[in-house]
């Protein structure tokens, strides 16, 4: 009885597996750890720091948006870094960031907005409201270059599919600025 043996021979190219320190040093990854540690950490402490605020609703409005999109900028700089599309490529992480950062600027406007108003003169609330209004333009910059992404020209796409692109992309950017002012 004769047997057969066959060998697989599998290589990893460098930096395949493990942690993607590199993105850290990226325009997104740079843009996501400034929001994240600068702008939301710091409105999120000026806010929470201050007893007595003048409007509790509106600044418990600001408080929930900015821990909701501190945690879900870390989750989403881990999982960049951690390399999480690639294990589940099921989901359209391009699209999951857009949608992010589209309900993220929106939200983290209007909270900044009504912080500003409703702050009363206390300092630490003023400075909280201007870094939401950095946060959301920092997310409006991670917008674009995510948007950048999904929409960037795919190999094999003929250029004028890539200029149609560039084009609906600067529509769609001078409507989402409409929709803010």
Known sequence: M?????TATTTTSPGGEGLNLGYTRT??????IIALFLALLVALLCVSC?????S???FQFFQVVVL???????????MHVCRVQRKMPCINWPLTEFFHYSVGSVLLFIGSVVGAVKCGG???LVVGSVFGF???FLMVINLWTSYSVACGTQPGTSLSMASHCSITKL???IAFCFCLC
């Open 2 to 6: 004769s047997h057969s043996v066959t």
């Open 27 to 32: 325009i997104p990854g740079v843009l996501k």
């Open 50 to 54: 201050v007893r007595g605020w003048p």
């Open 56 to 58: 509790w609703a509106a």
């Open 68 to 78: 909701w999109f501190l945690v879900a900028f870390l989750v989403f700089l881990l």
């Open 122 to 124: 206390v300092s630490a």
């Open 134 to 136: 950095i946060a959301t």
């Open 171 to 173: 529509e769609n950017l």
